[in-house]
C-alpha cells in the first residue's frame, strides 16, 4: 500500500464534543501519525500521515465525528508522504 499525507478541516459543531481526543484514538487504531488541533474559527483541523486506506477512513470519520459533533462541512487535500511524524498528537494554536 501507498503511504500519503492528508490534510483535513472539519466545520460545524466539532468543539467541545471530544472531537480531539477521538480522533487521536481514532488516528492512533489506525496507524497513522500526525497531529488535531482546534482552530479560532471553531473548526478541527487534522493533519495525518500512513496508509493511504486508513487515511480514507480516518476522513470518512471525520463526516460524522464522535457523538456530540454535528459535521456540517469536511475539506481536504492530499499531499505526498513526508515521513516527518512518530506519533499522533493533539496539539494546540
Not at 492528508?6 to 500526525?34: C, D, M, P
Not at 480516518?58 to 512518530?86: I, N, Q, T, Y
Request: charged share 30%.
Amino acid at each position: 500500500m501507498a503511504k500519503a499525507r492528508l490534510h483535513i478541516e472539519v466545520y460545524g459543531i466539532v468543539q467541545g464534543v471530544f472531537f480531539r481526543s477521538t480522533t487521536q484514538e481514532k488516528a492512533f487504531n489506525l496507524g497513522l501519525t500526525g497531529w488535531v488541533r482546534n482552530r479560532r474559527d471553531g473548526s478541527v483541523e487534522i493533519v495525518a500521515e500512513g496508509e493511504r486506506d486508513s487515511l480514507e477512513a480516518l476522513l470518512g470519520w471525520c463526516r460524522k465525528g464522535p457523538p456530540g459533533a454535528r459535521v456540517e462541512r469536511v475539506e481536504h487535500s492530499w499531499d505526498d508522504f513526508k515521513g516527518e511524524f512518530s506519533s499522533f498528537s493533539v496539539t494546540y494554536a
